[in-house]
């Protein structure tokens, strides 16, 4: 019912910058939540930041608060997650997701993206060499 295709993704230096892109079809009214999370070699995915479209609400994780900013084109359909001064740590595949959350919903940023009504993109890889 939705798809999401992911864009942007590629190797930079440390301290440089990269902007994702997850372009959203299908119906709307199955998803109220757009993220971006991530997963590294070895690691659980983790969340990165995640975006309420219909009011704007954005929720980011310790590790990329400050240097990761989460928005939205709304005639576009497509949610970016613009990366500053990146490092090496941020290194890994970058997925976007789309899910029902209830307002206020910290947790499914801090759970990885666990939910079960989440629909995800196919990721891209962001590689940051030091």
């Known amino acids: 019912q939705v798809q999401l295709v992911e864009s942007g993704g590629g190797s930079v230096q440390a301290g440089g910058s990269l902007k994702l892109s997850c372009v959203v079809s299908?119906?709307?009214?199955?998803?109220?939540?757009m993220g971006w999370f991530r997963q590294a070699p070895g690691k659980e995915r983790e969340g990165a930041a995640i975006?309420?479209?219909?009011?704007?609400?954005?929720y980011y994780a310790d590790s990329v608060k400050g240097r990761f900013t989460i928005s939205r084109d709304v005639a576009q359909n497509t949610v970016y997650l613009q990366m500053d001064n990146l490092k090496p740590e941020d290194s890994a595949m970058y997925y976007c997701?789309?899910?029902?959350?209830?307002?206020?919903?910290?947790?499914?940023?801090?759970?990885?993206?666990?939910?079960?009504?989440?629909?995800w993109g196919q990721g891209t890889q962001v590689t940051v060499s030091s």
């Open positions: 997701a789309a899910a029902k959350v209830p307002i206020g919903g910290h947790w499914w940023l801090k759970n990885g993206g666990t939910e079960g009504s989440a629909y």
């Open positions: 299908g119906d709307s009214r199955s998803y109220n939540c």
């Open positions: 975006l309420y479209p219909g009011g704007g609400n954005t």
